[in-house]
Each structure stands twice: as structure tokens, then as C-alpha cells.
């Protein structure tokens, strides 16, 4: 930024000067900071959760975004974050109405708190496109909230691109804060796992520094489908449901999750290539374990995929 007093080129931080985590500012840093998360007044809560999920990094096939849209249902948003401080909206970029040439409004992405009360339980979904600033500031202002609602436990959602087909049951992987709340099945990751994280993992991260044991689901979405996929959406849902202890309605989402097997089942009789793919992928899927080295190459050999590289299936 060209600073016209001095005259010369000065560098400023990408955050935001004022946001959190922008350094030491001297006299200023007595000045009172805006949080980068207001929630409302919620009273007494009984039991309460917190269920995160961001549409991004580790949301393959908007897995747990998906998901938590449907744990929230209609409920009531009680909590908005500060967009300014956590978009660089040059690369999320936000959406400009125009109706008859005239720019009627701008909406910007954001993260929203929801409320909603299953079975006498409080549960409380965060919510939205992944920050690209001031993770671990958002982290503790999210954590000290979990604390002062008196959230017994959290729970983070998102999806895994994955070698399985769509013709097999979604399966789920299970990360957590402690070992020994974690299942011993064929799907315990073993080993060292070491993977790009994302700001689901960074406020899950936050959260259980302040002692409330944390938990994450993460379903297996086929490679090749580069849509929204249900049937892992529902597989998230089964076990949210089991781990809170409530029902949560399904409504729709189950027969539109087979519909949309259907639609690929009928993608696949009429492709040879994929017909040739998903067999291969369904051998694969019969393998009794799959150890915290094999979870580490098969994310890297996604992420090394050149496109096209494979047959997408996203416009089913």
C-alpha cells in the first residue's frame, strides 16, 4: 500500500491490521478487539454438542457439510462470524446480485452457529467455507465459547476421496482427542498420519486443548464422483446420530442418496472404463485393514492426480 504521508511503499499484513493474531501493535494492543465469533444468549443447554464442518479441504463430495446442513435443518442461527476477518475475498470470492442492471446486493461467504434441540439435547452446528485467515484465533474464540456453553463434546465432519466404489456401503473413519475412545475395526487408521490439515482439524485441535475430548467422522467418497455424494452424507448422519444418543430425521436424504446410486449404476452400464474402474475398486474395497501408511499414499496419489486423469462422474 502506497502510504502519501511518507511516500514510500509500505507491507502490511495479509490478515486484517486490526484481527487477531496480527502482532504485537504497541499502545494499540490495550485497544479492545472485535471477536471474530458473536453468539447470542443461549440460556441453559442440556448436554450440548458441537458439530464443525467447513466446505473445502476434507469435505470430499460435501461430506460433512452436507451432512451437518441436515443435522440443522431449519434451526435458528444464533452466531455469525467476522467475514472481513476471515476471507480473502479475492479468492472466495463473493456473489453479486443484479437485477436489471441494477447491483442489488452482495452476499459474502461465511460461518454461521446453529442451535437446534434433538431429543432434549442441545446441539450446535458451525458451519460454512473454510477460512483462509486467522485459523487458531478463531480456534480459541470457538473454544472458549465450547467452554462457557459448557459443551461436553465436539465433533468434526468431512469426507476422504477415497479408492472405493460407489457400489459398496460408505465406510467411516474415526479420529479423536484420546486412544481409548477409538474403535478397534478395520478402519482405525494405524501409525503416523500425516496430511495437509485443514480448519476443521485446527478448531478441533483448539477445542480439545480445553479438555473436551473431541471426535471426528470421515467418510470414504469415491474418487471418481465429483459431486455432492449422499450415501456419504448418510453415513455420517447414522453415526452422529449413534454418538449423540438421539434421532435425528432423516426426511428425503436416504432415497435421494439411492437415487443417486442408481444414476451411477446407470452411468456405469453404458462406460466400459468405469465399468473396468469400479470392479478394480471393489477388489480393493475387500481388504481387511488399512494401515496409517496406506491412508497417507493413497491421499497423496489423489492429490497427484493429473485431471482428467480418471473418469469424473460429477455430472451425473
Known amino acids: 500500500m502506497f502510504d502519501q504521508t511518507f511516500g514510500v511503499l509500505q507491507r502490511f499484513p495479509t490478515c486484517p491490521p486490526a484481527c487477531p493474531g496480527a502482532g504485537d501493535v504497541g499502545e494499540a494492543s490495550s485497544l479492545e478487539v472485535m471477536p471474530l465469533l458473536e453468539i447470542d444468549d443461549l440460556g441453559e443447554l442440556t448436554a450440548p454438542a458441537l458439530v464443525v464442518a467447513f466446505e473445502g479441504w476434507v469435505n470430499a463430495g460435501s461430506a460433512g457439510t452436507t451432512a451437518a446442513e441436515h443435522l440443522a435443518g431449519d434451526s435458528r442461527v444464533v452466531g455469525r462470524a467476522d467475514s472481513d476477518g476471515l476471507y480473502d475475498y479475492r479468492a472466495v470470492r463473493p456473489t ?23 431429543g432434549g439435547r442441545d446441539v450446535l452446528i458451525l458451519a460454512g467455507i473454510e477460512p483462509n485467515w486467522n485459523w487458531r484465533a478463531l480456534g480459541r474464540e470457538v473454544s472458549l465459547h465450547a467452554v462457557r456453553l459448557g459443551v461436553v463434546e465436539h465433533i468434526s465432519l468431512g469426507g476422504i476421496p477415497w479408492a472405493t466404489p ?22 482405525r487408521p494405524q501409525g ?13 485441535h483448539a477445542v480439545a486443548s480445553q479438555g473436551i475430548p473431541t471426535r471426528g467422522f470421515w467418510a470414504r467418497v469415491p474418487q471418481y464422483v465429483g459431486a455432492t455424494y449422499l450415501p456419504a452424507a448418510v453415513a455420517l448422519i447414522e453415526r452422529l ?10 426426511g428425503t436424504i436416504v432415497e435421494e442418496a439411492a437415487a443417486q446410486r442408481s444414476r451411477l449404476d446407470e452411468i456405469m ?48
Do not use: C
Request: glycine share 4%; charged share 20%; hydrophobic share 35%.
Open 96 to 118: 453479486a446480485d443484479f437485477l436489471h442492471g441494477v447491483l442489488e446486493e452482495i452476499s459474502y461467504p461465511e460461518v454461521t452457529l446453529r442451535h437446534r434441540n434433538l
Open 166 to 187: 460407489h457400489t459398496r456401503l460408505t465406510s467411516v473413519i474415526m479420529t479423536a482427542s484420546q486412544h481409548d475412545v477409538l474403535p478397534e475395526d478395520p478402519n
Open 192 to 204: 503416523l498420519l500425516r496430511v495437509p490439515a485443514s480448519a476443521t482439524s485446527a478448531i478441533e
Open 241 to 250: 446420530s449413534t454418538q449423540l444418543g438421539v434421532s435425528v430425521p432423516y
Open 269 to 316: 452400464a453404458t462406460r466400459p472404463e468405469v465399468q473396468a474402474l469400479v470392479s478394480q475398486l471393489e477388489a480393493l474395497s475387500d481388504e481387511a485393514e488399512t494401515s496409517g501408511e496406506e491412508l497417507a499414499a493413497e491421499i497423496e496419489r489423489f492429490l497427484q492426480q493429473q485431471p482428467g486423469s480418471e473418469p469424473d462422474l460429477g455430472s451425473e
